[in-house]
């Protein structure tokens, strides 16, 4: 083995990786991670072929493990010669490249549940991978379209402010769970749309229950003009991240993700697309909202055969004001307090 030492991180990932630097066939390039176990310090690590490894000290006798049920990643022993001395390392290997990504969260997951505690760190290597194990056999999928691409910005706009007031709150974004709305919490629901379009306020509405107010609750719109590739826009992989960095759940924020459509092994695609928000607008959606519900075809509902109406909505034949910013930033204040009280009675909360 060839040894580096630093801090395990992106960039080490990149050093490992760098060009030049991959190892022979047979042989390891670590990167000391310092996190020290009672056996010896945790390694980043890349093979002759190219495949990410998280490497943590084993003793001598440890039992042989063979966790190959996951086509993308395994956990087995696997012992090394480092100099003139043969060691014994607990191997959490990535077996497919497109799942570099999603597998250095799970490494970073690992790390730092070993740095609280080492004390057993094959059973926090299988743990780990038992949480991540669905998302590392997903089946490849089609990159997103710029239009689903913009709307999971707009999402995550709103979730990074979210994160911002609590990172523990994920269950706030319910779009991605297949919810008639994007946020959702006891007494009041927020539904976000998004356009590049510059010259309108025109939006698609799907089904007859998107703007259907929830019983005993206040529902908002939140319509949003973005800029393709604007001077001052960010990707939607940086989005992510930033809202990764504050700290919510890696494991079902990267689950959300792929729920919603986006892949963490499609990111250097998606960092060619940036966001700049524009403008946007907020309402509450009241009576004279324009808008269609089932509500508007009476007891029998829509004639028989009609299927899956869509319909576009322009806020600028709307008469009512937009609120204003600051109503949004109490919006979101009462999404986070009333995603803590789940049992509290539901009531409608007013802006």
Same mark, same amino acid.
Request: hydrophobic share 35%; aromatic share 6%.
């Given at each position: 083995?060839?040894r580096?030492?630093? +801090? ?5 990932w *990149?050093?490992l990786?760098s ?6 066939r047979g042989e ?5 991670? @310092? ?8 390694l ?18 440890? #039992?042989?493990?063979?966790?190959r049920?996951?086509?993308g990643?395994?956990l ?6 480092? %100099?003139? #001395?043969q ?5 959490l290997?990535?077996q497919? #490249? ?6 250095s969260?799970?490494a970073? #997951? ?6 609280l ?5 094959f ?6 991978l038992?949480? +991540?194990r669905e998302?590392m056999?997903r089946?490849? =999928?089609?990159?997103?379209t710029?239009?689903?691409l913009?709307g999971?910005f707009?999402?995550? +706009?709103?979730?990074?402010?979210i994160a ?8 706030? +974004?319910? %779009?991605p769970? @297949?919810a008639?709305?994007?946020f959702?919490?006891?007494g009041?629901?927020? &539904?976000?749309?998004?356009t /590049?379009?510059?010259?309108?306020w ?6 007859l229950?998107?703007?259907?107010t929830p019983?005993? $609750?206040? /529902?908002?719109l939140?319509?949003?003009?973005? &800029?393709?590739?604007?001077a001052a %826009? ?12 504050? @700290?919510v ?7 959300m ?6 892949h963490? *092994?499609?990111?250097m695609?998606?960092e ?15 009576d004279g ?6 509500a508007?075809?009476?007891v029998? @509902? ?5 299927m &899956?109406?869509?319909y576009?909505?322009?806020l $600028?034949?709307?008469?009512? *004001?937009?609120?204003a910013?600051?109503?949004? !930033? &109490?919006?979101? !204040? ?8 789940? !049992? ?5 909360? =007013?802006?």
């Open positions: 083995m060839t580096d030492n630093a +801090w395990p991180t992106d960039v080490a *990149k050093q990786e060009p030049g630097a991959t190892p022979t390891f390039r670590v990167f000391d991670t @310092g996190i020290s176990t009672p056996n010896g310090n945790v980043l690590a890349i093979d002759g072929s190219g495949f990410r490894h998280l490497l943590t000290p084993a003793p001598d006798m440890f #039992e042989a493990a063979h966790d049920r996951s086509g990643v395994h087995v022993t696997r012992s090394l010669l480092d %100099g003139s #001395e060691r014994q390392y607990i191997d290997a990535c497919k #490249e497109h799942l570099n990504a999603v597998f969260h799970m970073d #997951e690992v790390l730092a549940d070993l740095g505690n080492s004390g057993d760190a059973q926090t290597c299988r743990r780990t038992q949480r +991540w998302l056999d089946e490849v =999928s089609p990159v997103m710029i239009e689903a913009c999971l707009g999402e995550l +706009w709103h979730m990074r402010a911002k007031r609590d990172p523990s709150r994920l269950c706030i +974004w319910q %779009g769970r @297949g008639r709305h994007d959702s919490v006891p009041v629901a927020l &539904e976000v749309k998004t /590049l379009r510059r010259s309108h025109m939006f698609r509405i799907h089904g229950t998107q703007l259907d019983a005993d $609750a206040s /529902l908002y939140c319509a949003m003009r973005l &800029e393709l590739n604007g %826009g960010i990707t939607v992989p940086d989005l992510a991240q930033q809202i990764i960095d504050l @700290g759940d890696r494991h079902e924020f990267v689950t993700l792929a729920g919603a459509g986006y963490l *092994k499609d990111r695609h998606y060619q697309f940036r966001f700049e928000l524009l403008d946007l607008r907020l309402h509450e959606v009241v909202f324009p808008r269609l519900t089932t508007d075809f009476g029998s @509902g829509p004639p028989h055969g009609v &899956e109406i869509d576009t909505v322009d $600028a034949a709307y008469p009512a *004001k937009s609120l910013l600051t109503d949004l !930033d &109490e919006l979101l !204040d009462v999404l986070v307090t009333n995603s803590r009280n789940p !049992d509290a009675p539901s009531a409608k909360s =007013s802006l």
